[in-house]
Nanobody, 120 residues
């Protein structure tokens, strides 16, 4: 079992910055891809950015140049540095991790979500 714990959300003014963190805990697994998704009421959850264990990054177009994803493989932790925040970035941000279990099975895990609110 993998448990994801997120931190770093909050309220910030437009143009400000926040840094989200997500740590994966548990035993007997290997973390593969990690990423951040976001969701606003009435809309589907969508990818913000993802990063493989080898460091390959995929970033949603609307946040390119403003958001940076990174990870510390030794700590099984992924970060999302968010700069130049806009009101339209307001959402619940969810951490995601794909883990490989000893059986070889790959399972998708989600964090509990952290609210990011950007005021204009």
């Amino acid at each position: 079992q993998v448990h994801l714990v997120e931190s770093g959300g909050g309220l910030v003014q437009a143009g400000g910055s926040l840094r989200l963190s997500c740590a994966a805990s548990g035993s007997g697994f290997t973390i593969n891809d990690m990423g951040w998704y976001r969701q606003v009421p009435g809309k589907q959850r969508g990818l913000v950015a993802s990063i493989t264990s080898g460091g390959i990054i995929n970033t949603f177009d609307s946040v390119k140049g403003r958001f940076t994803i990174s990870r510390d493989n030794a700590k099984n932790t992924v970060y999302l540095q968010m700069n130049s925040l806009k009101p339209e970035d307001t959402a619940v941000y969810y951490c995601n991790a794909v883990a490989t279990l000893p059986s070889g099975m790959r399972i998708n895990y989600w964090g509990q979500g952290t609210q990011v609110t950007v005021s204009s």
